[in-house]
């Protein structure tokens, strides 16, 4: 692919703030923004590239900042959560369309679908794509399918980087199930979604690309390094206590060890998702695989990118792994919009 020069490109993003939640607010509210470090490393590869950055946070004034902008910014590279609301990974999208200004990443449809985790697998579903079977809980006093069974996974209904997905959102009684439900409408005020919880192998699978989207190693999420009151999945404390820079362990596999024949399985059915949701440039979909299926758990239309390795930031290992370097994955993302856009100058 042709790569772009001297383009003036708006980062927008959500910066952590360095103040810790208020009372009654969960520990990991913020946990979906961005440190500085990200940020930086962002902006410095595109800058390595020849363009300009402009640094533009995605908070109540983010329309009037990019409307100021419009006539001296080419594109706008999108990292922003967002604030509020049931759709807020959609806001800056929405905004650079109203404007007319090309940005980077998926539109505003698919990163409000997946970003409600029903929604993005009843859309799975209608497309005979695995999914792991669901229920979305608005009370705590809702009755359980009788079409699911124990042990149960519950999770927030609109959150990413595994918040409020805890230790004990393995469930594995009515009682446990109501309480967790229970907590997470009222800590995350949004309705809870119960899984099935399949207890096998956990993928996490990096696609960049548009018309001919490619995939990057595969990256398998081991947690044999747990305490064995931790249980096996990517949780809040698996991700982000027991995963750190100063631990001794790498909790990721990339190249993972797999069969051609499971190989194969797992990348059909995430292009096949990719496609179906109509993600634009990158995306990183988390899946589990039981008796030789895989199971889409989600997709990430905003996927991490700390730059340390020893953070063990997803995207970036699966790039690392395949001979790209940091600034090598934001400049081929930047590079895929401006295609997309006809903007290469």
Wanted: aromatic letters at 8%; one cysteine or more.
């Amino acid at each position: 692919m042709t790569a772009a020069s001297n383009l003036t490109v708006a980062l927008t993003f959500n910066k952590k703030k360095g103040v810790s939640p208020k009372s009654g607010e969960p520990k990991d509210l913020y946990a979906e923004f961005d440190a500085d470090e990200t940020i930086q490393g962002i902006s410095n590869a595109l800058k390595s590239a020849g363009h300009k950055v402009i640094l533009v946070e995605a908070d109540e004034s983010a329309y009037a900042k990019l409307k100021g902008l419009k006539n001296e910014i080419d594109v706008v590279f999108n990292i922003a959560e967002g604030l509020k609301g049931e759709a807020r990974e959609s806001f800056i999208p929405a905004i650079c369309e109203l404007l007319q200004i090309p940005y980077t990443g998926s539109g505003p449809l698919t990163l409000a679908l997946t970003l409600d985790k029903a929604r993005t697998k009843e859309i799975l579903k209608y497309h005979r794509i695995p999914t792991p079977k669901f229920q979305v809980f608005y009370t705590p006093s809702e009755m359980l399918n009788n079409k699911l069974k124990f042990p149960l996974i519950v999770k927030p209904l609109r959150e990413g980087s595994s918040k409020g997905i805890k230790n004990n959102s393995l469930v594995n009684d009515e009682n446990e199930l109501k309480s967790r439900v229970q907590q997470i409408i009222r800590d995350y005020e949004q309705p809870a979604i119960v899984e099935e919880f399949i207890a096998c192998r956990e993928f996490t699978i990096a696609i960049l690309g548009n018309e001919n989207p490619k995939i990057l190693p595969i990256v398998e999420i081991k947690f044999d390094h747990l305490p064995g009151h931790i249980h096996k999945f990517d949780s809040y404390e698996a991700k982000w206590i027991y995963d750190n820079p100063g631990s001794n362990h790498d909790p990721l596999i990339c190249p993972a060890k797999l069969s051609e024949k499971l190989e194969s399985k797992i990348k059909k059915v995430c292009l096949d998702a990719y496609r179906t949701l109509d993600c634009k440039d990158w995306c990183r979909v988390d899946l589990r695989v039981r008796n030789g299926i895989p199971y889409i758990l989600e997709l990430n239309a905003l996927p991490g990118m700390i730059p340390d390795p020893k953070e063990n930031s997803r995207f970036p290992r699966a790039a690392f792994t395949a001979g790209m370097s940091y600034n090598d994955v934001v400049n081929e993302v930047l590079n895929l919009a401006v295609k997309r856009y006809n903007l290469a100058k």
